[in-house]
């Protein structure tokens, strides 16, 4: 388990009616064979998150990665999100790009027994989880952050320009309801200070896109200083590139359950490795103050905070 404190093999009967690990190594051979036309020479692991699972094979087209999720309703985003790290792969993107099933498809919908499940294979890429201490590789990670905005700033797919329900693109609109609804006063004086900053903003001058939304630690694979692949674009959204570069800062040094602050010099360097790419609007700027601020506030943990993330803003 990624996460939980669920028992494994009680969770991949559950959730994906798979009656233990070799049972899951079995429906997993068999659908890779006939999707795929892939041979699993050996399984070596699975990890389970909520409806979703990874497996990691050995295959005779080499090591591979097999993710596969229950969650019906996400299913055609699923699988516009794979066609989206196509287009980045074919783009010079650093991503691990999906394998192409035998009919044509970048996911396929398999049969488990209790539920269909949507599937989508790639290649395994070893490398280590971003260094936020590595200065030379958070810069080349800030400058990869502004390849990927550039890249998706011209890919249009309606089944992933999408608004939540009760969500507005307006970010002084985000940000003041928030502000009154949202806001559990575990930094007063912090949320005073956005208030005001927030007083003095104009409108940003720039148009949302389809941005990453995760940009952190555990989704950036290295090789000692130098960026491999980006990786889970499960949380892709449209949205404002200078909200997802604001979500990184906040979150760079994050990594699963080890979760700190992004020390104000890592921000220095990624911006800098990001503007080398993409530089910012002045209102870019501004409003990255705010957003970094705001976020940073959300980050605060409720009661104890170990970490320091109220010491961080």
């Not at 035998?102 to 919908?109: K, N, S």
């Not at 990786?231 to 909200?243: K, R, S």
């Not at 360097?269 to 609007?281: A, W």
Request: charged residues 20%.
């Amino acid at each position: 388990m990624l996460w939980e404190s669920t028992e494994p093999r009680r969770a991949l009967q559950d959730r994906f009616g798979l009656a233990g690990f070799d049972d899951a190594v079995n429906w997993l051979t068999k659908g890779l064979a006939q999707a795929w036309a892939i041979d699993v020479e050996a399984c070596d692991r699975i990890i389970i998150s909520d409806n979703n699972a990874i497996a990691w094979v050995r295959t005779n087209q080499g090591a591979l990665v097999a993710k596969w999720s229950r969650a019906q309703d996400q299913f055609v985003r699923f699988t516009a999100i794979s066609d989206m790290l196509q287009a980045l792969h074919e783009h010079g993107v650093l991503v691990a790009p999906p394998l192409t099933s035998v009919d044509g498809q970048h996911r396929v919908i398999i049969d488990s027994g209790s539920s269909p499940l949507s599937m989508t294979v790639q290649p395994q890429i070893d490398g280590d989880l971003l260094d936020t201490t590595d200065e030379t590789a958070v810069r080349q990670a800030g400058a990869c952050l502004a390849t990927l905005h550039n890249a998706l700033a011209s890919h249009r797919d309606s089944r992933l320009i999408e608004i939540a329900p009760g969500r507005t693109l307006d970010l002084r609109q985000r940000i003041e309801t928030w502000l009154e609804v949202a806001d559990t006063g575990t930094a007063p004086t912090a949320s005073a200070r956005l208030r005001d900053q927030l007083a003095s903003l104009p409108q940003i001058d720039t148009e949302p896109q389809l941005i990453h939304n995760d940009y952190r630690a555990s989704n950036i694979l290295t090789a000692g200083s130098e960026i491999l692949a980006v990786i889970d674009f499960d949380d892709v959204a449209w949205d404002y590139c200078i909200a997802d570069l604001a979500n990184a800062f906040v979150l760079l040094s994050t990594r699963f359950t080890n979760w700190q602050p992004t020390p104000a010099s890592v921000r220095d360097t990624l911006l800098e490795g990001y503007q080398s790419v993409r530089p910012l609007t002045r209102l870019e700027h501004q409003w990255l103050q705010a957003l970094v601020l705001w976020r940073g506030i959300t980050a605060i943990p409720a009661g104890e905070d170990p970490a320091g993330w109220a010491n961080a803003l």
